[in-house]
């Protein structure tokens, strides 16, 4: 029998520090100044084409991987966001058998900065840890992939496909942290809540989920960015047309 070890949601979620990257999250008032809260991203995208964070944050990732389409960069947005998100709240469930209230209306985001940077959290009330996925696919991921698909005409399908490859990456994150530190009841309670949140209906098709193995059973679009190539739980083994394109070349 594995023992659970769970320690109190504190208001800085220090717990979540030793993990680093994606896991962090700021608490509290941010340091640069009012932001926009993620409810405010997920509004009408199409009406503030440059003044919604959404919109910025395409734009930006466009600019910043040189993407031939804005939807290329949407995708790539929307599995970082989803990532954050994931990260975020497995980490608190497995480590304080709770998670914080992420409601987008307490959720700023620096649209402009990366992890771990780009989100703040105005206040740290818990929430049972079996509330994940009302949290974050129903609160957060559904809305913003609404969004998504309206004014960029993206596939539900492959957005619901980035959502599932982003939960798989964290909690592979997670389990790799945990068992390398000997807590093992925390890689336990990921895979746990983990294997719960993909029988949900909205991942339940994605993909499979093995462990902390994932193929996905879509395509987040990053082989095309220039010198990108197919992710490791891609549904491609190699970049679509590269077979064509060597042999001709």
Do not use: K
């Not at 989803?82 to 649209?111: E, F, K, N, Q, T």
């Not at 496909?161 to 093992?184: F, V």
């Not at 029988?199 to 989920?209: E, Q």
């Amino acid at each position: 029998m594995v023992l659970l070890l769970f320690v109190d949601l504190d208001p800085e979620l220090a717990a979540l520090r030793p993990l680093g990257g994606f896991f962090v999250l700021r608490t509290g008032g941010a340091p640069h100044g009012p932001l926009p809260t993620l409810a405010q991203a997920y509004e009408n995208p199409a009406t503030e084409v440059y003044g919604n964070s959404l919109t910025f944050r395409v734009r930006v990732v466009a600019d910043r991987l040189q993407a031939p389409e804005l939807r290329i960069a949407a995708s790539i947005a929307q599995q970082a966001l989803a990532a954050r998100l994931w990260s975020v709240a497995l980490g608190c469930a497995a480590l304080y058998d709770r998670i914080p209230d992420l409601d987008p209306r307490m959720l700023h985001w620096d649209a402009d900065r990366s992890a771990p940077d780009d989100l703040w959290l105005a206040e740290v009330r818990p929430l049972p840890a079996d509330a994940l996925a009302e949290t974050v696919l129903h609160g957060h991921l559904e809305p913003l992939n609404a969004a998504l698909v309206s004014h960029y005409r993206m596939s539900t399908g492959l957005l619901r496909g980035n959502a599932a490859s982003a939960l798989a990456g964290a909690a592979r994150e997670l389990d790799r942290w945990a068992r390398a530190r000997g807590r093992t009841e925390v890689a336990t309670r990921a895979r746990a809540l983990t294997a719960e949140l993909f029988a949900d209906p909205l991942l339940a098709g994605t993909g499979t989920f093995t462990g902390t193995s994932f193929r996905r059973r879509s395509c987040c679009l990053y082989y095309r960015v220039p010198g990108g190539g197919v992710c490791g739980d891609c549904c491609f083994t190699q970049p679509p047309g590269s077979s064509r394109n060597a042999a001709s070349g």
